[in-house]
């Protein structure tokens, strides 16, 4: 990859010169220190999402699956690892969920595995999502944002340089899409007020897509503290700030919750990806996709049939696999042409959602940047559940434990279409370094002394970086305007206009060199 060097802020140059962030270590020093131009950026200040700024899903509704007691740890958390080993022991019966289902399944046929995953997740009253503990140490996994400070900080200096390359835009919304603990948001907002010298004037707000009231409420214990107000606050009855949030009815309402971070900086909930406001936005999805509902479908000498989920005849209180007997709508629809997988698993929902990313980065301006755990068409069968760190019969007591499947990137940029440019994927071993990972771990073991701090600073690099844990296994996807990736307009004939320069390469998908 040819080495190419981003020229930005002397402000953001200075980034990186900062001691650890705080949970993390010693206190965060003082003014940033160093990043593009000379190399991407560092960590921040002190408290949750900063002194300056401040899973979408029934199973996740409860927010008891992450973090070590819980189903999952993603990288956030892991400031520790997911652990892929023997199947966890058997989860403490949920008879509601399974009721539920058999009592379905029963009474109109096997559901596929995509209706499957969705009751499981999101179902409001026994989904995993509404336990809201599955994340970090005593939750169900952990991720990048919880393992180290940094993985979130060269994402908020990603940020910050689009934003730039897009040429300042007045306002700047930055958009999570199930954002977990809240870990991420916090560790971007605490780079965005530490480059408020770069920002300027700039109006920045924080909009969070999450369909999980226990999560909302961790998240916003996290961002805003006691400022956060939803619909579990005890005055129910003062309708949110904002036009949208404005009326009688809780459905007109499309911001559930909003507060303010400790810097002033607006923090609102939506349920939907087209509720957040209308403008320049740049959108995260860290570990978002790959728990969004799949369709299974199996190749036989009779053509594709999609695998469902049925009551096993000879357990009743037992799921199990099972082969449509005739083509689904889905099977008939959803398989691409001349695909020669035996088996290939299509998740029509994110397919969804990457088009409604890029058409509002074709209409508004921004970009979007999805991290995931995945695959660029060649896998095959990946659904799997997650408890307790440990991998889980997904059939197995529902509702119990995390279901995923990684996610098929060749899918996501063809759904995205022509429209927007598409970066990647690449893994996040390529894309951290590219951003400065290692300058940036070097800094910080400089001003840290305190031997346990540096120990968990590098084992939080490790994990994040090495091929064989979290370094090959996590991919970026990077949707832009196409404008930003335009050659520059050559003249015609003799014209003594300035020369328009080309476009700034893009960081993370870009080898950096330093200055």
């Excluded at 060269?154 to 934003?163: A, H, N, P, R, T």
């Excluded at 939506?270 to 509902?293: C, K, M, N, Q």
């Amino acid at each position: 990859m040819t080495s190419r060097r981003i020229l930005t802020s002397g402000s953001i140059r200075a980034w990186f010169g900062v001691r650890p962030a705080a949970g993390s270590g010693p206190a965060a020093g003082s003014g940033p220190a160093a990043a593009f131009g000379s190399g991407p950026a560092a960590a921040f200040g002190s408290g949750p999402a900063a002194g300056g700024f401040g899973r979408q899903k029934g199973y996740y509704v409860r927010g008891s699956m992450l973090g070590p007691d819980g189903d999952f740890i993603t990288s956030p958390e892991i400031r520790q690892t997911r652990t892929f080993c023997r199947p966890a022991e058997p989860a403490p019966p949920r008879p509601s969920m399974l009721r539920h289902l058999t009592s379905k399944i029963l009474s109109t046929g096997p559901v596929s595995v995509a209706e499957y995953m969705r009751e499981v997740l999101t179902n409001p009253v026994a989904g995993y999502y509404v336990r809201g503990s599955m994340l970090g140490p005593d939750g169900d996994f952990i991720t990048s944002p919880e393992i180290s400070q940094m993985f979130g900080e060269l994402v908020g200096v990603w940020v910050v340089s689009e934003w730039l390359a897009s040429g300042r835009p007045e306002r700047l919304q930055l958009v999570e899409l199930g954002p977990g603990t809240g870990s991420l948001s916090a560790d971007i907002l605490r780079v965005l007020g530490e480059l408020r010298s770069v920002l300027g004037d700039a109006s920045v707000s924080l909009h969070l897509v999450e369909v999980s009231p226990a999560l909302s409420r961790l998240q916003a214990q996290r961002l805003t503290g006691p400022l956060s107000r939803g619909p579990d606050a005890e005055d129910t009855a003062q309708t949110l700030k904002g036009p949208s949030s404005q009326g009688p009815d809780a459905e007109d309402a499309l911001v559930y919750r909003q507060g303010e971070t400790a810097g002033g900086l607006t923090v609102s909930w939506y349920r939907h990806i087209d509720d957040v406001p209308t403008g320049f936005s740049i959108f995260v999805a860290h570990e978002f996709f790959d728990a969004l509902p799949i369709h299974k479908f199996q190749r036989t000498p009779r053509g594709w049939r999609e695998v469902m989920v049925d009551v096993d005849p000879q357990t009743p209180d037992q799921l199990r696999f099972v082969l449509a007997p005739a083509p689904t709508l889905a099977s008939s629809t959803l398989i691409q042409e001349g695909e020669g997988r035996s088996h290939v698993e299509v998740c029509a929902e994110g397919g969804v959602i990457v088009q409604q990313l890029a058409r509002r980065i074709i209409e508004d301006g921004g970009a979007a940047l999805i991290c995931d755990y995945g695959h660029d068409g060649s896998k095959t069968d990946t659904f799997r559940g997650f408890r307790g760190h440990r991998l889980h019969d997904a059939l197995s007591c529902p509702g119990s434990a995390d279901l995923t499947a990684d996610v098929d990137f060749s899918y996501l940029r063809r759904m995205a279409g022509g429209g927007v440019a598409c970066l990647g994927p690449i893994s996040q071993r390529t894309f951290l370094k590219n951003m400065g990972v290692d300058t940036r771990l070097q800094v910080l073991l400089r001003s840290c002394s305190d031997p346990p701090t540096r120990k968990q600073l590098i084992g939080g690099y490790d994990m994040l970086t090495h091929p064989d844990k979290m370094g090959e296994r996590f991919h970026f996807l990077g949707l832009l305007h196409p404008s930003r990736l335009a050659p520059p307009r050559k003249s015609e004939g003799l014209s003594l206009e300035k020369k328009h320069p080309a476009p700034p390469p893009v960081a993370g998908f870009t080898e950096l060199s330093f200055s």
